[in-house]
């Protein structure tokens, strides 16, 4: 039987959704998305034992982080899910205050296990590793905030961004197995924004044939739709006419960016 791995979006204006949490659903990775405006303007985060990886969707925002590793105040602002945008790392054990700047702001938590007393990181626009991966009808552009430039527990994080009627995760790539280097048991999430919003894609999460519990699972995902991938391939395309972002968190029992393999029967495109 196949898992119901997509939530769709509970977003229904100001404020604070709970789309997953660690050990419910998925075992190593949580994540929240806020909907600022109206009367919430302001809003607080404990991390706890989680680190966290707050993402910044189109509005403007001011953080105050307060951690064991210093304080961090910075201010966030964003036009559009089709162009860059900022990220914040904030260690286990420290508090957040999220001020709205604007009319209106969404912002993303991703959270995983994470070790108190580091410090708070500000990945600004500049500073963000961006590639445009892939050719012809399956190129997009790979955002990546937190890796190696980050000392994150568990956390790697970052954003893709499909052009109208493109794919991503082509050829269709997984990280379930214990292999490394090449390959790290991870999972992930994947959260989804569409330009204009009442678009949509197509994604499809499916174990290699020789998983002892294999399942095949396909979603027409939408604007504020969450994902969530325990493990197998899971290839994106976006609907003509609407660019396709989506935010997505890695955390597992290892932590290596790029240790994952290509479905070996799809691999053949990378030549052509």
């Given at each position: 039987m196949n898992p119901n791995l997509q939530i769709k979006s509970p977003l229904r204006g100001p404020g604070v959704y709970p789309i997953v949490q660690r050990g419910q659903g998925l075992?190593?990775?949580?994540f929240t998305v806020l909907e600022m405006g109206g009367t919430l303007r302001?809003?607080?985060?404990e991390s706890g034992d989680e680190e966290l990886a707050v993402d910044f969707y189109p509005g403007s925002v001011r953080v105050e982080v307060d951690a064991a590793g210093g304080r961090l105040v910075r201010e966030a602002s964003r036009r559009s899910v089709g162009e860059a945008g900022e990220m914040l790392y904030v260690p286990a054990g420290a508090r957040?205050?999220?001020k709205l700047l604007s009319d209106a702001a969404r912002v993303g938590i991703?959270?995983?296990a994470g070790k108190p007393g580091g410090k708070p990181v500000f990945i600004s626009r500049e500073q963000v590793v961006s590639k445009r991966v892939g050719k012809k009808s399956w190129f997009r552009t790979v955002h990546t905030h937190?890796?190696?430039?980050?000392?994150?527990?568990?956390l790697i994080v970052g954003e893709t961004v499909?052009?109208?009627g493109n794919w991503s995760s082509s050829p269709p790539h997984k990280h379930d197995r214990h292999n490394p280097p090449s390959e790290v048991p991870m999972e992930e999430v994947y959260f989804f924004q569409v330009e204009p919003r009442t678009g949509f894609g197509f994604m499809r999460v499916y174990t290699d044939p020789a998983d002892p519990a294999p399942f095949d699972c396909a979603y027409t995902v939408e604007d504020g739709d969450t994902v969530l991938i325990p493990r197998g391939y899971h290839p994106v395309v976006a609907f003509p006419g609407y660019v396709l972002n989506y935010t997505w968190a890695l955390a597992g029992e290892g932590r290596t960016y790029g240790a994952w393999s290509d479905d070996p029967r799809h691999a053949w495109?990378?030549?052509t």
């Open positions: 075992k190593h990775l949580s302001e809003h607080t985060v957040m205050k999220i991703a959270g995983a937190i890796a190696d430039n980050v000392e994150a527990s568990h499909n052009e109208p495109i990378k030549d």
